[in-house]
């Protein structure tokens, strides 16, 4: 998508290894997201982000943490990543906290944890 | 506990038929409900969105109806083609801080030939 950019695309890593997902826009907004998505759960929000190093806990963040040095770039990292976090990951941004202009998403990083 | 909750869990549909994809939530403090539409391998992007003071609100062949005493709202495709097949989200968002989206968790739309 236009703007935001995720990498890697695609990870196979294995159970107990640290893992780092990048989100990178480069429409200067504010907000920034990160989501999963597995089936029958829709999208769930793990950690999100208001400004340069502000964020804070979404609904699913146990396992998680997160960077943004620069506005430009938001970091998710799996410290030490588990089967259960097989997921597809999407990252989101917003010029609003309330995303009434709408969010762009990302084209999503498949992350395989065997 | 599931805020906003979609229904039915996966449709198929004629080409030239109507799509109807429901959405109910929780929280009465929601004020801006926005449809998400994703193809596959792609991440999910905004359809069309509506806000409580309207009941309905019309893009080309896509309609969001909004019934506030029911806590429901509804996304109408007429004239379904098979490029609408794709996964379709409701979501919703209340004012004030700390305010993001909550999404339903999706249903798949078949559109057949």
């Known amino acids: 998508d236009a703007g935001i950019t995720q990498s890697p695309r695609h990870k196979v890593t294995e159970t107990g290894t640290p893992v780092t997902l990048r989100c990178h826009q480069t429409e200067n907004h504010r907000y920034m997201y990160w989501y999963r998505q597995d089936p029958g759960h829709g999208l769930r929000l793990i950690h999100y982000?208001?400004?340069?190093?502000?964020?804070d806990k979404g609904e699913v963040s146990d396992g998680y943490s997160v960077s943004r040095s620069k506005t430009e770039d938001f970091l998710l990292t799996l410290e030490s990543a588990t089967s259960s976090q097989t997921s597809v990951y999407f990252c989101?941004?917003?010029?609003?906290?309330?995303?009434?202009?709408?969010?762009?998403f990302g084209s999503g990083t498949r992350l395989t944890v065997v | 506990q599931q805020q906003v909750k979609q229904s039915p869990q996966s449709l198929i549909v004629q080409k030239g038929g109507i799509s109807i994809i429901n959405c109910a939530y929780e929280n009465t403090a929601f004020d801006y409900f926005p449809w998400y539409q994703q193809f596959p391998g792609k991440g999910p992007a905004l359809l069309i969105a509506?806000?409580?003071?309207?009941s309905e609100k019309k893009e080309g062949r896509f309609t969001i109806s909004f019934n506030k005493s029911a806590k429901q709202f509804s996304l109408h495709i007429m004239d379904s083609q098979p490029g609408d097949s794709a996964t379709y989200f409701c979501?919703?968002?209340?004012?004030?801080?700390?305010?993001?989206?909550?999404f339903g968790k999706g249903i798949t739309l078949s559109v057949r030939p």
């Open positions: 982000s208001y400004g340069v190093k502000d964020t």
């Open positions: 989101a941004i917003s010029e609003s906290r309330t995303g009434k202009d709408g969010y762009t």
């Open positions: 509506i806000r409580p003071d309207v």
């Open positions: 979501a919703a968002s209340k004012a004030g801080a700390n305010s993001k989206l909550t």
